[in-house]
């Protein structure tokens, strides 16, 4: 495997060729409300293909965490990135309460493989809005996220791509970046717990639904992380990847919030309820990986 991310616990991959939760009718009524394009100046390259890790603090960057430059015009609702010279660009999600006197609250959701940023939307967006929290949701550069087992391993366009919309998306909005969260779904899961770990001074949180393993190459700051399992999961048994995932990161020290719910590959409404209120410290549910799941 190139240098780059090492397994540190079982990983499995959801590839494009598998339903990895049938968001798209979510992400189908989505589309007809894209408010527009966010305004830039740069276009991401594709033949921007690796970045220099040891240039930064972990692998992203947000960019100069600057005063948003437009308070009074920033656009609310869906709007696409406008970053890409391709097809494949991503979407932020602004709630209509949106004030540029103070700093908002964002996640930064990966979507699955196989998917795009507005099947990452379709899955918290009904929360996010409700409680006022801002979503950026861009699209893989590929059919999944590059460091994953099934890609090459190493960071490349992706990463890149991520930290430039991290830096518009701070340019253009007044975001509170003490509270900068990353979730995502299935691979996106995996991805989101990598650049969790791997950033954990960037990111404050870190919420994984329904991952298939492990994957970092090295650790950086130490967020709390919530994740969330079916018990009958048929793409990523919870025995081979939700359970052993949790019991891994609570071994080596992480703060592990973890979900063990009635259902499949996929993420119900009560989950991405209890993903966003975990997010916001509103979480009552239980603090800990359930009695007897590390003990085999």
Known sequence: MAAGWA?????????????????????????????????????????????????????????????????????????????????????????????????????????????????????????????GIMLLAPDSRGATWDALPAQDGAFGPDIAFISAALAQSFAQYNVNAATLGVQGFSDGATYA???????????????????????????????????????????????QAGNPTACYLKSVGYNVTYIQFTGKHEVPPQIASDTIQWYLGNFTGAGSIPAGVCST
């Open 7 to 131: 397994i540190l616990a079982a990983s499995f991959l959801c590839i494009a060729s598998v339903s990895c939760q049938d968001n798209g009718q979510k992400a189908a009524e989505l589309k007809p409300l894209i408010n527009g394009t966010l305004p830039n100046g740069q276009r991401f390259r594709a033949a921007s293909t690796s970045v220099d890790t040891a240039a930064y603090l972990g692998v992203l960057s947000t960019g100069p965490l600057s005063q948003p430059q437009s308070n009074a015009t920033a656009q609310t609702g869906i709007l696409k990135l406008g970053l890409s010279t391709s097809s494949r660009d991503g979407y932020i999600f602004v709630p209509n309460s949106y004030n540029p006197s103070k700093g908002y609250p964002m996640i930064l959701a990966i979507h699955a493989a196989g998917k795009g940023g507005l099947d990452a939307l379709g899955v918290l967006i009904d929360q996010a809005n409700s409680s």
């Open 193 to 239: 717990l990598g650049l969790g770990m791997t950033n954990g001074k960037l990111f404050a949180k870190v919420m994984a639904n329904s991952p298939g393993g492990v994957i970092a190459e090295r650790v950086q700051g130490m967020p709390p992380i919530f994740m969330s399992a079916g018990l009958q999961d048929d793409i990523f048994p919870i025995n």
